[in-house]
């Protein structure tokens, strides 16, 4: 199957959404109810807010999932193939996004979390594209804006200013005020956000929101989210470190805006273990981040194997896996 979507037939994008469709079918067999104590942050209470006007809203919020992950996956496809991350240009990234998006039920509702990772993906390819310019004040402001845009969906994803931050000293040489540039782009979305709740009396909540979470507290919750984490996402987890090891032994063989990629990828992994920090209930929508340094790496991975039919028993693997801890975990 992967060799199939290693082309960039136009065909393929049906077969990619029908893709995607099966994967996320579990939501409409077990739809889940809308919690709205989850959607308490300022985007994401608007999101509900305009998704509960309708009597369907259960089914927009899952057609919504569906569009995320699938614009997402694309998005991410074509990094991929205009940096020549992997030999021959298709969908193939694509489609190993769609099936790391959608390995648990919770990556296939739609929640905060999805909607902040939209942004973070933004903010990533935003950082990818900063190597060549002279400048990079202006990129570092673009991504910062978007992890501030993908906080007021999901706090714990502020914590991804350690990306923006690693992300930009292992990459270019430093200059405080590009720096800076990122951090302030940061703080607008944040700023905006708390005068709308100051003007609708809200901003109380608001600020509640921000010392909460980095209560000592979700420490704790952290470490009792690790064995539920091991348990569903480890296979993810051994796929991906396993390719990273098979990948880093070619890193000096690769051009430099490669091994930048790949140092941004790593960066965002770890800036995603710092985040766990700061979830509350063991929210395991909270991980869907792993898929795009996931992705990138495990194409990378898969497009190196001389033998391509051991490429293909891996993906069959994760398909397999993917529905069990769907249907029957």
Request: net charge positive.
């Amino acid at each position: 199957m992967l060799r199939l979507f290693r082309n960039n037939n136009p065909l393929l994008l049906v077969v990619s959404l029908l893709y995607v469709v099966i994967l996320r079918l579990v939501i409409f067999i077990y739809p889940e109810n809308t919690d709205s104590t989850v959607w308490v942050n300022p985007l994401s209470e608007l999101i509900n807010r305009i998704t509960g006007f309708s009597l369907y809203q259960e089914y927009i919020n899952d057609t919504l999932s569906i569009l995320l992950v699938f614009s997402s996956g694309l998005m991410l496809s074509y990094l991929i193939n205009q940096y020549r991350l992997i030999d021959r240009a298709g969908y193939m990234p694509a489609l190993i996004f769609f099936l790391s998006a959608s390995f648990i039920n919770e990556f296939c509702e739609f929640t905060p979390a999805l909607c902040g990772f939209y942004f973070l993906q933004f903010a990533f390819i935003t950082m990818v594209g900063m190597y060549k310019t002279q400048k990079a004040g202006g990129h570092m402001f673009n991504a910062g804006f978007f992890v501030g845009v993908a906080a007021l969906f999901y706090l714990p994803y502020l914590s991804f200013i350690t990306f923006l931050m690693g992300g930009y000293l292992l990459s270019r040489p430093f200059v405080f005020r590009e720096l800076f540039n990122g951090l302030l782009g940061i703080l607008i979305p944040l700023y905006f956000a708390g005068v709308v709740c100051f003007l609708n009396d809200s901003f109380s909540a608001f600020q509640y929101s921000l010392i909460a979470l980095y209560d000592i507290q979700h420490v704790n919750q952290a470490r009792a989210a690790l064995f539920p984490l091991v348990v569903r996402l480890g296979s993810l987890l051994f796929l991906f470190i396993l390719a990273s090891l098979a990948v880093r032994r070619n890193y000096n063989k690769m051009v430099m805006q490669n091994r930048i990629i790949m140092t941004l990828c790593f960066v965002f992994f770890f800036s995603g273990i710092f985040s766990t920090l700061f979830i509350r209930d063991n929210n395991m929508s909270h991980y869907i981040w792993l898929s795009l340094p996931f992705t990138i790496i495990v194409s990378i991975f898969l497009a190196e194997f001389k033998k391509p039919w051991i490429a293909e028993i891996i993906h069959l693997c994760l398909l397999l896996l993917t529905f069990y801890f769907q249907y029957l975990y």
